[in-house]
């Protein structure tokens, strides 16, 4: 087997996170350009990176998956790995998010492809966890939230796309579950061992459906009323409860799955500049400029951990 066909076949699922990172940026800059914080220009530059990224992704995956089936059907059904196809259509989904002030069009067509395949991919792992038979409480992280919670992502650019009652729906079954999971993995970390080092930045992932259940609140009920501020507000502790983790996430080695800082820390940033945008106040401004300065640091930092990793062959080589 040659090389190419190696890398090929062991290129994980879970590099679509680096489109959800670099798509959640790009919606920082698009609200931070809004309110005249950030320079124009950097919101753009991040929409073509994003739908490049996006483009190279889909054609390697549809690669591997014509060429080497049984390994993506193993990832498809492990009990880790399976959590991450949903990627796929949340990168879908964010890409004609980040496209809908530059072309309505092509957004409502990734966009409806996007929550298409979510709907499905969604279904599928539902119906894998019910019919489990070797699942233990060990296997629950919180990469478990990305295809149920993700519904929730669906509703920012499809107000703009789709009936409400459709929007509510997504909407509705992504906030029922973010409160199922979160009892669950609470109890996994606090009952049961630690995360294996390569998991623990998923812990991130806790911020992400509060601060996007706030942004699509927002979207589909029109107004900043309690229910709002309490998603911001659990986003926002969920940030400061992470933040003072940091020497713990500092000293773990680098792996991909380092990418799921980006997305979480690009939707609390977004919601806390719409937060300064709704109410005016100038705590909001600080902290959404605050955050995402932090945001554009973390990017650097995981393009150059990536590209070195892949330079030495860490990256689609087998674990282990």
Request: aromatic share 14%.
């Amino acid at each position: 087997m040659s090389l190419a066909a190696n890398r090929l076949e062991f290129c994980p699922v879970s590099l679509f996170a680096m489109v959800m990172g670099l798509a959640g940026f790009t919606l920082s800059s698009q609200s931070g350009e809004r309110l005249g914080l950030f320079p124009p220009g950097v919101a753009l530059a991040g929409t073509a990176i994003t739908l490049l990224l996006l483009a190279v992704l889909l054609v390697v995956y549809g690669a591997k998956i014509l060429r080497h089936r049984g390994t993506v059907r193993e990832e498809l059904h492990h009990p880790v790995r399976m959590s991450f196809f949903p990627t796929i259509s949340i990168s879908l989904v964010l890409a004609g998010t980040v496209l809908l002030p530059l072309a309505p069009t092509a957004s409502f067509w990734l966009w409806a492809v996007g929550a298409a395949a979510h709907l499905v991919l969604v279904l599928v792992i539902l119906s894998f966890w019910i019919h489990h038979q070797g699942f233990e409480i060990q296997h629950s992280n919180p990469a478990w939230f990305i295809p149920m919670v993700g519904n929730v992502l669906v509703p920012i650019a499809g107000m703009s796309h789709a009936p409400a009652e459709v929007n509510w729906f997504f909407f509705s079954v992504g906030m029922l579950f973010w409160s199922v999971l979160l009892t669950i993995i609470f109890y996994r970390v606090i009952f049961h061992p630690p995360l294996p080092e390569r998991l623990m930045p998923t812990l991130f992932i806790l911020i992400a459906p509060p601060a996007v259940g706030f942004l699509a609140y927002l979207k589909l009920a029109g107004g900043l009323d309690a229910f709002a501020r309490f998603t911001f507000y659990c986003a926002l502790f969920f940030t400061l409860l992470l933040a003072t983790q940091w020497r713990r996430f500092v000293r773990l080695p680098f792996a991909l799955s380092w990418w799921a800082y980006s997305f979480p820390i690009a939707a609390v940033t977004v919601a806390s500049l719409v937060m300064a945008e709704r109410t005016g106040l100038a705590f909001f401004r600080y902290l959404g400029v605050a955050l995402h300065l932090v945001l554009a640091a973390v990017i650097v930092v995981l393009v150059v951990k990536t590209v070195g990793a892949a330079r030495a062959g860490r990256v689609c080589a087998p674990e282990g």
